[in-house]
């Protein structure tokens, strides 16, 4: 089930929101967590009812074995940490099985000349999120940071459904104390205005700006042959805003989701297009995912506590990794890389204690990041190169002052069959001129605008105060959808 589909908005959220202060009110309060737990998986099972047992089966599984490191009166001469390998290792065996099996068969194949059959097993949803999450949990609860005994509480933290698809990745202590917490227990009609809130600019986000993106970055990367100079950056500058509004558009439907059951989500992401360097991109691109590689890779590795040597091997290890938990491609890899890469370059730039102003750090950061994007996007090594040739095709340039460069590959795009979003198309036909490039370049241009000069949405959750502003401001995304 999608948070923008209606079925999400206008059926499954309020009924699981009334239902839920009803059994508080009626002081059932471990009903209403069983019930806030059965409409979650409910939730889980409406993309696929057969991948419901897996979850179920993980929830069980890491449960028990955190019952384990967590048992004072513990006298098996087994000692805990092989508890906590085992339990680590069997979640990234589940993980490895459904999202990296065919990769390694179809490698197998390639390098080794063997003829292994591909499973084209159905990725289960969520699987990397909850699979991290509970990770976490053991390691937590080995290091005698979690006591928690009961086991709706555990589900409740694994599968509560604002958090279950795209995180955050949450810890144990940020979110099931507020369960607790008695006081959560009945409305916050504060929290339901900003929850609403930022709720709806989340959806504005992914359905106005994110999902109109997707057709250009589509034509680009993925239908042209080749590209010029401007087609070329269009394409590129439009996957950045696409994933940009898509994630931080997700991001703000789980937080404000949540924040009508008065839970109150870690910040997941926080305007890091406008970072002055990698390091800072990282603290404000997918906070908890950051969070997660630093706690419980890049630190138990060693961290930057060794050799300088070392400390640049861990920081590689570690992105490496994450840019595989993305995806299972040489493309998600090679991404990881770059981004590990530029962290160890700006670890000795800082060494030279030589500074930049910020706005050139942000330009050569936002560029950087571009650039590193549509690794991420290509589905074949051939796709990346064909966008990274035409972006340094700079001959095009005079072609285009003399009015000899076209731009074919948006300008066989009929907005109205792409699908673009109805209200769109109103403003393309009738304030801008009938030019699907102008407009591209218009969406371009109003999109980074937002980006680079707007608060985000947890800069503007911080002042909200109910007035004809923030009113209007939700009707008008509203009414765009």
């Given at each position: 089930m999608?948070?923008?589909?209606?079925?999400?908005?206008?059926?499954?959220?309020?009924?699981?929101?009334?239902v839920?202060?009803?059994?508080n009110?009626?002081?059932?309060?471990?009903?209403?967590?069983?019930?806030?737990?059965?409409?979650?998986?409910?939730?889980?099972s409406?993309?696929?009812?057969?991948?419901?047992?897996?979850?179920?089966?993980?929830?069980?599984?890491?449960?028990?074995?955190?019952?384990?490191?967590?048992?004072?009166?513990?006298?098996?001469k087994?000692?805990?940490?092989?508890y906590?390998?085992?339990?680590?290792?069997?979640?990234?065996?589940?993980?490895?099985?459904?999202?990296?099996?065919?990769?390694?068969?179809?490698?197998?194949?390639?390098?080794?000349?063997?003829n292994f059959?591909?499973?084209?097993?159905?990725?289960?949803?969520?699987?990397?999120?909850?699979?991290?999450?509970?990770?976490?949990?053991l390691?937590?609860?080995?290091?005698?940071?979690?006591?928690?005994?009961?086991?709706?509480?555990?589900?409740?933290?694994?599968?509560?459904?604002?958090?279950l698809?795209?995180?955050?990745?949450?810890?144990?202590?940020?979110?099931?104390?507020?369960?607790?917490?008695?006081?959560?227990k009945?409305?916050?009609y504060?929290?339901?205005?900003i929850?609403l809130?930022?709720?709806?600019?989340?959806?504005?986000?992914?359905?106005?700006?994110?999902?109109?993106f997707?057709?250009?970055?589509?034509?680009?990367?993925?239908?042209?042959?080749?590209?010029?100079?401007?087609?070329?950056?269009?394409?590129?500058l439009?996957?950045s805003?696409?994933?940009?509004?898509?994630?931080?558009?997700?991001?703000?439907?789980?937080?404000g989701?949540?924040?009508?059951f008065?839970?109150?989500?870690?910040?997941n992401?926080?305007?890091?297009?406008?970072?002055?360097?990698?390091?800072?991109?990282?603290?404000?691109?997918?906070?908890?995912?950051?969070?997660?590689?630093?706690?419980?890779?890049?630190?138990?590795?060693?961290?930057?506590k060794?050799s300088?040597?070392?400390a640049?091997?861990?920081?590689?290890?570690?992105?490496?990794?994450?840019?595989?938990?993305?995806?299972?491609?040489?493309?998600?890899?090679?991404?990881?890389?770059?981004?590990?890469?530029?962290?160890?370059?700006?670890?000795?730039?800082?060494?030279?204690?030589?500074?930049?102003?910020?706005?050139i750090?942000?330009?050569?950061?936002?560029?950087?990041?571009?650039?590193?994007w549509?690794?991420?996007?290509?589905?074949?090594?051939?796709?990346?190169?064909?966008?990274?040739?035409?972006?340094?095709?700079?001959?095009d340039?005079?072609?285009?002052?003399?009015?000899?460069?076209?731009?074919?590959?948006?300008?066989?795009?009929d907005?109205q069959?792409?699908?673009?979003n109805f209200?769109?198309?109103?403003?393309?036909?009738?304030?801008?001129?009938?030019?699907?490039?102008?407009?591209?370049?218009?969406?371009?241009?109003?999109?980074?605008?937002?980006?680079?000069?707007?608060?985000?949405?947890?800069?503007?959750?911080?002042?909200?105060?109910?007035?004809?502003?923030?009113?209007?401001?939700v009707?008008?995304?509203?009414l765009?959808?």
């Amino acid at each position: 089930m999608l948070f923008n589909s209606y079925v999400f908005i206008f059926f499954f959220l309020p009924l699981t929101f009334f239902v839920y202060f009803c059994l508080n009110k009626l002081r059932l309060t471990k009903v209403s967590k069983v019930f806030l737990v059965c409409a979650s998986l409910f939730f889980y099972s409406w993309w696929n009812l057969s991948y419901v047992p897996l979850i179920i089966g993980s929830i069980f599984f890491n449960y028990l074995i955190s019952k384990l490191l967590i048992n004072d009166n513990y006298n098996s001469k087994i000692p805990k940490k092989i508890y906590l390998v085992f339990g680590i290792f069997a979640n990234i065996m589940l993980l490895g099985y459904f999202k990296y099996a065919d990769f390694f068969i179809e490698n197998c194949n390639l390098f080794f000349t063997t003829n292994f059959q591909a499973l084209n097993l159905l990725l289960p949803l969520a699987i990397s999120f909850f699979t991290f999450q509970q990770i976490g949990y053991l390691v937590d609860s080995y290091n005698r940071e979690i006591n928690e005994n009961d086991f709706v509480n555990y589900s409740l933290f694994v599968s509560f459904f604002p958090q279950l698809i795209a995180g955050p990745i949450v810890h144990h202590k940020e979110m099931m104390p507020q369960f607790a917490n008695i006081r959560n227990k009945i409305i916050n009609y504060k929290n339901i205005s900003i929850g609403l809130f930022i709720f709806v600019i989340g959806l504005f986000k992914k359905v106005v700006i994110a999902d109109t993106f997707s057709f250009w970055v589509s034509a680009g990367f993925d239908s042209a042959i080749n590209l010029n100079f401007f087609e070329a950056w269009l394409t590129s500058l439009s996957y950045s805003c696409q994933l940009y509004f898509d994630f931080s558009g997700y991001v703000d439907m789980a937080i404000g989701a949540a924040l009508l059951f008065n839970i109150k989500l870690p910040i997941n992401f926080n305007s890091p297009y406008k970072s002055t360097n990698i390091q800072d991109f990282w603290r404000r691109w997918h906070i908890t995912l950051s969070r997660f590689l630093k706690e419980y890779i890049y630190l138990p590795l060693g961290g930057n506590k060794r050799s300088e040597l070392r400390a640049c091997l861990n920081l590689m290890a570690t992105f490496i990794i994450g840019g595989f938990w993305h995806g299972a491609g040489w493309l998600f890899i090679f991404w990881g890389f770059l981004h590990g890469f530029a962290l160890i370059v700006l670890k000795f730039w800082k060494q030279l204690n030589l500074k930049l102003w910020s706005w050139i750090s942000i330009f050569i950061t936002f560029n950087f990041v571009n650039f590193t994007w549509i690794f991420f996007r290509a589905t074949k090594w051939s796709d990346a190169l064909k966008v990274l040739k035409g972006m340094l095709s700079f001959k095009d340039i005079e072609l285009l002052l003399h009015n000899q460069l076209s731009f074919g590959v948006f300008n066989n795009l009929d907005p109205q069959i792409a699908g673009f979003n109805f209200k769109l198309i109103k403003l393309y036909k009738f304030i801008l001129r009938p030019d699907i490039n102008i407009f591209i370049i218009f969406s371009i241009a109003f999109a980074l605008f937002i980006t680079f000069v707007f608060p985000n949405s947890h800069q503007l959750s911080r002042n909200f105060k109910p007035n004809i502003i923030y009113s209007f401001t939700v009707v008008f995304c509203y009414l765009c959808l």
